[in-house]
């Protein structure tokens, strides 16, 4: 089957515009998640949403970043008023329940 | 806050050597632990995971993994490598709490050479 796909691939932006990221997540797959990486570092994560139980937000970097998912399907990650150090390979991955996380290919954001 | 350590940022080996990447992390309770990979060009994909159970894994491509809890380890292994397993590789923890949301670490770059 299709595996998660994520939109676009790219994104340069100005800074202080707003972004939004989109991730559709495998079918019947519950969970899905938000990470980022910056250049030279790890993923690091972002948010979690289960279900229909209220997300994780504990690992937003600021108020500026947000994300929605609609029942156990497509998700947006907004990042408003963007600034230089956003700039990350944005990652989601989603899963059955907590089992193992399949990842989408990632948007590259790049504010200048 | 739990923190994964891999301590080979990158590695650089001939076809046919044997491969070991260090892994540890710093959870002290029951935790999920992963490896995965990147190849050029490509996604994130699974190469093995431990659970529970027998603490020698085995994932794709001939790779394994021993999860050693006294000293919260997670290394990974291949007895011979392939210039096709030019890639990077990440260790990730989850299972800590609060659904299964990974802490990766930085990962390892991997290159082989013919």
């Known amino acids: 089957g299709a595996g998660v796909s994520q939109s676009p691939s790219n994104k340069v932006t100005e800074k202080g515009k707003d972004v939004e990221l989109r991730c559709d997540p495998i079918?019947?797959?519950?969970?899905l998640y938000w990470y980022r990486q910056r250049l030279g570092q790890g993923l690091e994560f972002l948010i979690y949403f289960q279900g229909n139980s209220a997300p994780d937000k504990s690992g937003l970097p600021s108020d500026r970043f947000s994300a929605e998912r609609t029942g156990e399907s497509v998700s947006t990650l907004t990042i408003q008023r963007t600034q230089q150090e956003d700039s990350a390979v944005y990652l989601c991955?989603?899963?059955?329940?907590?089992?193992?996380?399949?990842f989408g290919p990632g948007t590259r954001l790049t504010v200048l | 806050a739990q923190s994964v350590s891999q301590h080979n940022h990158h590695v650089i080996l001939s076809e046919a050597a044997s491969l070991e990447l260090g892994c540890n992390y710093s959870y002290g309770g029951t935790v999920n632990l992963f490896w995965y990979v990147q190849y050029p060009g490509q996604h994130l994909q699974l190469l093995l995971k431990?659970?529970?159970?027998?603490?020698l894994v085995k994932g794709i491509k001939g790779f394994e993994a021993e999860f050693i809890k006294s000293k919260f380890s997670f290394n990974l292994r291949k007895p011979s490598v392939q210039w096709s397993d030019t890639a990077e590789y990440f260790c990730a923890v989850g299972g800590t709490g609060g659904g299964n949301k990974l802490t990766f670490g930085t990962g390892t770059q991997l290159k082989v050479e013919l």
């Open positions: 431990y659970f529970s159970g027998d603490p």
């Open positions: 079918s019947g797959h519950t969970a």
């Open positions: 991955a989603s899963s059955w329940r907590e089992d193992t996380q399949y």
